[in-house]
């Protein structure tokens, strides 16, 4: 299937991500209250959020807990997430194949995926709406498994509801002879270890503004820059996800940026990266980032239980709860006691827990 990323019609900026029929019969990753309210499970949380996992997964397998505490990253922990709006809705269509973009930027996102990963799909170019669901995530499940993709591209013909799988994605959920099949999704938040990265395009000046906005948890609502006097000017929006403006957006035209952004997630929070620099055609880690809502917060720390035992490999990475580096072991046996509670990281599959 050939795309071309300028081919979308212009699409008003709706902020209608998630319209659609909600499916009450189905567990959306989202919320674990339909499990909350009706399991009888009487064991500690660590327990129960292992036998969440087992009823999402369908896998079940001993964890070494000697220090691990899987408490739904801690729940007493309330600045991991934020008190915005949480979406369980999900979407019902058909899943096809495709080939993908990986290993270049070619899809209509313009969203550069590695070489080798192929956990990427195409919108339907309703719910593709104008760029507005690029970079997000969602969790996809198929006749014979699920999995969790991030939105890189547009399916020009799909219908609402359809998603374009890349093949070896689409071979996770239903056979490959079968071509299409009905498939139900929901939205999630990505799986991120930093910052929200932005990127300023070669050709950029005072006269003229290009950035796009990469690797963040959630769709990207609205982009807005601060001008001298305070005030916040929203920045428009291609269908080809790039953020324009055609006469620029330095006030003083004798230099380019700093830049200071407001980003508004699709969740309704907004987070404020100060004096961005310059930086043409690289991108800069902003060390800012999306919260969690609670519901995802929840959901993330039971999901990311593996569902193998390889998804959590050494070497293992240990932060501070504020983030600062402690340092990198090669066996759980190999981490030192600590009184205080930390994060441990698998450098291997980025998975991280809370450790006490």
Known sequence: MVRNRHEASPSAFSRRLHTSTKSSSSYCPHSLDSYCKNSNNRYMSVIFSIFVVNRIAHTFYNINMRKILLFILSLTTTSLYAKTSCDTTWFT?????YGGIAGTNGGNCGIFVDEGDFYHCAMNHEQYDGSMTCGACVHVIGPIGEIDLKIVDRCPECKHG????STDAFTKIAKLEDGRVPIKWCFIPCRKSGGIRVKYEPGMSQF???MAIYDHLYAIDMLEYQKKDGSWEEIKRTDYNYFVENAGIDEDKSKIGPYTFRITASTGESVII???EYKEGEEVETGVQFSLTECDANNTAAKNIP????DFLPP????SIDGKYIGEYETMDDIPSLSKTIIIRSKTSGIKYILQ
């Open 208 to 210: 003229y503004f290009k």
């Open 274 to 276: 100060k004096d961005v």
């Open 162 to 165: 359809d998603i374009d799988l």
């Open 93 to 97: 269509g058909e899943g096809t194949q």
């Open 307 to 310: 569902s193998q035992k390889e």
């Open 316 to 319: 293992f990475q240990i932060f």
